[in-house]
Structures are given as structure tokens and as C-alpha cells.
């Protein structure tokens, strides 16, 4: 019988010690509800969900210091860049593609293209 | 007293080395795909996904599953609904046509180390008298826009089981359970099922240079699919 009620003790105490054992490492980035949005905006393309996807971009940016690595998520600021370049803001499309490379150098051959392509279009507008 | 419970200790060793024996073979992240910690990419390219489902939207939302956890797991990712609409705009709208380009071109566009190419083999609910199930299954490869060599490929599948348990019998039972089943198959399931076999993935993906653990895996072992038994 003693036997039986330590061995539940046992097993209960290994049960809670396993239930709070060291607690979650933070993610490697703050993504926010990013794919959630992405998925919801892709499903149905409405100004209303892509307004949303715009925010949870820009919260999940705002909100990178709470990670492990404390930088935006790659592609992130590209993602808003995209997103700024197709409502026809230009400017803060490059401001974007530019944080990017400064923190993801690899994107800085893609980045350079499209910051170009943006010139481009602008010089042929303004000339 | 003390014979019985030998006995049993040896039943139980006898057990477990059966058990062990009959089941799936492992295989170490460095065996497996030893190219991946000689060539080291650190930025990958994700391609919209190939689609041999039933369903036809399955492509469109599978790709927005994708960015994420290649990330976390350590790899520089382009964004995905650029390069999607990107390749669009440069004339290529089959994605078989995206999956037959040479492949320096992609380093030659964007500069990318490698191609992540993902395959959606089944996206899709099997009704059947007395259960209904729920298939998601992503095969992935990661091919080098260097050599062309294909650096990494895994498949994750998820298979759940929509019946949820008894529902009554006879004839009401099975219709209640259909009705369950067709509740449970909204198109958010999928993709919530999709990230589970994404997870499966990354369990045998090594660790790319903006994770920790990066060239520390090599010893991380999983299920080996090439293994015949």
C-alpha cells in the first residue's frame, strides 16, 4: 500500500515537474498574425484585408525587439515595400527595399533591382 | 516472488527489442543531406508551389504557409507574393514552366543560393461509410541555383481523422458524422494542417546561419524516407 501511494506521489510530481520545466525560448522573430492576415488576404482580396495584412506587417515589425533575434523577420520590410509600391507610394516603397538590404544583405541584388525598376518608371513620369 | 519479477523485466526487454526492431529506420541530418553543410546556402528562394491536388485553390493558400518556418529555421526567405507576382510579370505563369528554368537564373535575378520548390501531392478529404479523413501532404526540395545539385528533400504528410470520436449508431450516427465532417473541412483546416506538415519538414531540414544551432545538427536524427523496408 505504501508502496502504491508513493509511487502515485512519483508520478504526479514528475507530471507537474514536466508541466513547468524551463520556460519557452522566444521565436526567432515576432511574426505577429502576419500569415494568418496573408492566408485571410489570399482567400479574399478585399481593401479590408489587405488593409489588415499592411497592419500586421507593420505590427509585427514594431513588435521585432520582443524576439530571440531582435531583427524584423526576413523579407518582412520587402513584403511592406510591395505592398507600399502596388498602392502607388513610390517613396516609401524604396525607404522599405532599402531596410531590407541593410538588414538581410542576400536580398541587396533583388532589392537593387527593384528600387531600379521604381527609378526607371519615375525617370520616364518625370521626363 | 523474485523469479516473477524477473520475468517480467525480460518480457519486457524482449518486447522492446522487438519493438525496436520493427520499427522505421533513422538517419542523421549530416548523412542525409551532407551537400547542404558543404555548400551552406544561406538565402533560399521560395517558388509558388506545384499543385497535384484535387483542389485547385490549395496552391494559393499553401503559399502562405511557407515563409515563416523556412525563417525561423534559420534562412534568409525572399518574399513570396513578390517573387510570385514577379515572375508573373517576367511571363512565367505555369508554375511548371518556374520548375523546368535553369536554375542560375534565379541567382541571376535575385540573387538567390538556393531554390526552395514545394509540391502539394494531396490537399484533400477522403469520405468514407464509417470515417472521414483529412490529408495534407507538401513534398519539398531545396536545389542549389549553383551546381543545380538538389541539397535537401523531405515530404511531410498529416493525416487527421475527421469522424471525432462516436457520434451514435445506426443511420443518424453516420449523418451526424458526415454533417461533422464537412463542418470540419473548411478551407481554414487545410492550411492549419499544412503548417503541422511544414513543422514535420523542418525536423529534418538543417539549420540555416541565422539560428544558433546552425552547422550544430548534424547529428539530428530522423524518420529516413529513402530507407526500404
Known amino acids: ?127 | 516472488m523474485v523469479n516473477k519479477r524477473l520475468i517480467a523485466y525480460l518480457a519486457l526487454a524482449v518486447s522492446v527489442l522487438l519493438l525496436t526492431g520493427c520499427g522505421p529506420a533513422y538517419i542523421t541530418k549530416g548523412v542525409a543531406f551532407p551537400k547542404m553543410y558543404e555548400e551552406q546556402p544561406k538565402s533560399l528562394l521560395i517558388l509558388p508551389p506545384m499543385n497535384e491536388s484535387t483542389d485547385a485553390e490549395a496552391k494559393d493558400y499553401y503559399m502562405t504557409t511557407t515563409e515563416r518556418p523556412f525563417a525561423l529555421m534559420g534562412y534568409y526567405t525572399f518574399p513570396t507574393e513578390m517573387v510570385s507576382d514577379i515572375m508573373k510579370q517576367e511571363g512565367v505563369y505555369e508554375t511548371e514552366i518556374l520548375y523546368n528554368m535553369p536554375l542560375d537564373k534565379y541567382q541571376e535575378y535575385f540573387g538567390a543560393d538556393a531554390v526552395l520548390f514545394t509540391n502539394i501531392k494531396k490537399w484533400d478529404v477522403s469520405y468514407m461509410v464509417l470515417a472521414s479523413t483529412l490529408t495534407v501532404s507538401i513534398e519539398a526540395k531545396i536545389v542549389s541555383t549553383k551546381t543545380s545539385e538538389e541539397l535537401w528533400k523531405y515530404t511531410g504528410t498529416v493525416v487527421v481523422d475527421l469522424s471525432g470520436g462516436n457520434t451514435g449508431n445506426g443511420i443518424a450516427g453516420l449523418i451526424v458524422k458526415l454533417v461533422v465532417a464537412a463542418v470540419n473541412t473548411a478551407a481554414a483546416d487545410y492550411v492549419q494542417y499544412a503548417k503541422v506538415a511544414n513543422w514535420r519538414l523542418m525536423g529534418t531540414l538543417p539549420i540555416g546561419p541565422y539560428n544558433e544551432y546552425y552547422m550544430k545538427d548534424q547529428g539530428f536524427k530522423f524518420i529516413d524516407q529513402t530507407s526500404k523496408i
Open chain 1, 1 to 127: 500500500m505504501k508502496k502504491i501511494i508513493s509511487l502515485i506521489v512519483f508520478i504526479f510530481l514528475s507530471l507537474t515537474i514536466s508541466g513547468c520545466g524551463a520556460p519557452q525560448p522566444k521565436p526567432l522573430y515576432s511574426y505577429g498574425n502576419y500569415s494568418e492576415s496573408y492566408y485571410a488576404a489570399k482567400k479574399e482580396l478585399t481593401p479590408e484585408s489587405a488593409l489588415a495584412l499592411e497592419k500586421s506587417i507593420e505590427y509585427a515589425i514594431e513588435h521585432s525587439n520582443e524576439s530571440r533575434s531582435g531583427r524584423v523577420a526576413p523579407g518582412m520590410y520587402a513584403n511592406l515595400g510591395y505592398i507600399y509600391l502596388k498602392s502607388g507610394n513610390q517613396a516609401k516603397a524604396i525607404e522599405s527595399f532599402e531596410k531590407e538590404k541593410l538588414i538581410y544583405p542576400e536580398s541587396a541584388h533583388f532589392m537593387n533591382r527593384m528600387i531600379k525598376k521604381i527609378e526607371v518608371s519615375q525617370g520616364v513620369t518625370n521626363g
